[in-house]
């Protein structure tokens, strides 16, 4: 009789084996007590009497290994499924509907490094480890010394083990791996389980909490130092000068709008990372949320003597993906950054264009002038609309231009006018093009201006021709 496999549950294969040497033993003790009870004169009585039970017993056995040989089949057709990344349903469409990526790792020799091969990998997993094939080498997939030290571990050594795993490119995604040993598969190799959990959200959460009290607690203090000290004047000797209570109050005054433009920036930036991994799916009128900002900023300009010159197609000819809200804040803390270092009289051009590469994107558009990259998205074959803002201000050298998106960086010895700024609007913009997945570039020539340049991912749904038009809005 065919031997149950060594992979079914020890119950089940002592089930197996069992049942059919039970029935044979009952057939025969219940023909021996016949015998026993008619005696020697009725012995061809008797042995009419064992035959039935004979014969159910020869059918009994035969279903049982029957039985066997099913089971057996079936657990040699599940390892075969799973050592060729074809598990069959219901086990696939459990897998795919997880969340989580998850892994089937097989692997023979501990010394052979190159041996071990994923043989199975859920939607999730396909999706976040960019894997386009069912079956592969694990080192293709995943190359963090760690996670691999714990899958071997897991192979070789039947231990459970866990690790963090920092998936690589421009968005930051934070796992944790978790390993678990399947004992041995149908050809003879070790298997283990591998699942990664996001912990993206819990490690924002935290650094979000840690940098914003940084940050507060270190900006935050001299204007509440300011504010103390002339609160302390006017409870003292100025309390009767009524000059010099009007001037320290509207010294005040501006203290606590910067504590509250401060406030406000810090909250939108902290919003901003917390979901700087989602990736937001809306179609946005790109021209039509610029030709918003300007008309917007249009009074600051006339007032400094600014103008506005805008190089756009019409409203409904380009179609991005993104969120209005921060592609609206994007425009306006670039070209709100450019009126800031403009001289009056100064000129701001402002330009959009669509279809082009990323390459394209970050292509010279000032004569002699350092440029740098500041957000480079993952190459893919995506088409972009690029944002760019060009001012005549003061401009910088190259060596101050890596530093541009970092919290409450200024450059020494320039000034953005009366109304400064907080320092945090250039790494607000990096940080929502980011979750855009899309690029930052700057160029600047000292004395002679900067270019700011946004690009987003393009809607699918784009129309295929624009028609440019020129605005310009004149600042009297």
Request: with cysteine; glycine share 8%.
């Amino acid at each position: 009789m065919p031997q149950p496999s060594p992979s079914l549950p020890l119950r089940l294969r002592r089930g197996l084996v069992a049942q059919p040497v039970v029935m044979t033993g009952l057939a025969g003790a219940l023909a021996l007590v016949a015998l026993a009870l008619v005696g020697d004169a009725h012995i061809m009585m008797a042995l009419l009497l064992a035959v039935p039970l004979a014969a159910v017993t020869y059918v009994q056995a035969r279903r049982a290994r029957g039985e066997a040989a099913r089971l057996q089949a079936e657990v040699a057709e599940t390892h075969v499924e799973v050592a060729e990344g074809t598990l069959s349903l219901p086990y696939t469409s459990v897998l795919n509907a997880l969340p989580d990526p998850v892994m089937v790792i097989s692997a023979h020799e501990p010394d052979d490094l190159t041996g071990r091969r994923f043989v199975m990998v859920n939607r999730a997993g396909r999706r976040i480890l960019k894997i386009q094939r069912e079956a592969g080498l694990l080192v293709t997939a995943i190359r963090d010394p760690d996670v691999l030290e714990v899958v071997d571990e897991a192979l070789f050594g039947g231990l459970e083990g866990e690790a963090v795993y920092e998936l690589g490119g421009t968005q930051e995604r934070i796992f944790r791996a978790y390993a678990r040993p399947l004992g041995v598969g149908a050809d003879g190799g070790r298997l283990a389980l591998v699942v990664l959990h996001d912990e993206t959200d819990i490690r924002r959460v935290e650094r979000m909490r840690a940098d914003f009290l940084a940050n507060a607690s270190h900006e935050l203090r001299t204007p509440l130092a300011s504010l103390a000290g002339f609160i302390e004047t006017l409870r003292g000797h100025a309390r009767g000068d009524e000059g010099a209570r009007d001037r320290f109050l509207a010294i005040m005054h501006v203290q606590a709008e910067r504590m509250s433009r401060l406030i406000d920036d810090l909250m939108s930036l902290s919003r901003i990372e917390l979901n700087e991994h989602v990736r937001p799916l809306e179609d946005v009128d790109l021209a039509a949320a610029v030709l918003d900002v300007l008309d917007a900023l249009s009074p600051l300009a006339r007032d400094k003597g600014v103008v506005l010159d805008a190089d756009a197609p019409g409203r409904g000819q380009l179609i991005i993906t993104g969120d209005r809200d921060q592609v609206i804040q994007v425009a306006q803390n670039l070209v709100d950054n450019a009126l800031k270092y403009s001289a009056p009289g100064g000129h701001i051009r402002i330009r959009l264009e669509s279809g082009l590469s990323a390459e394209a994107c970050v292509a010279q558009r000032m004569d002699l002038a350092a440029r740098l990259s500041l957000l480079t998205p993952d190459h893919g074959p995506e088409r972009f609309a690029a944002l760019s803002v060009m001012d005549a201000g003061p401009g910088m050298e190259r060596e101050h231009l890596p530093r541009l998106t970092e919290r409450f960086y200024r450059v020494e010895g320039q000034k953005s006018g009366e109304k400064l700024g907080t320092g945090l609007g250039l790494a607000i913009v990096k940080h929502i093009m980011n979750r855009h997945r899309g690029g930052l570039a700057v160029e600047s020539r000292p004395a002679h201006g900067t270019v700011f340049t946004a690009y987003f991912p393009m809607a699918e749904r784009r129309l295929d021709k624009t028609r440019d038009v020129h605005n310009v809005i004149q600042a009297s």
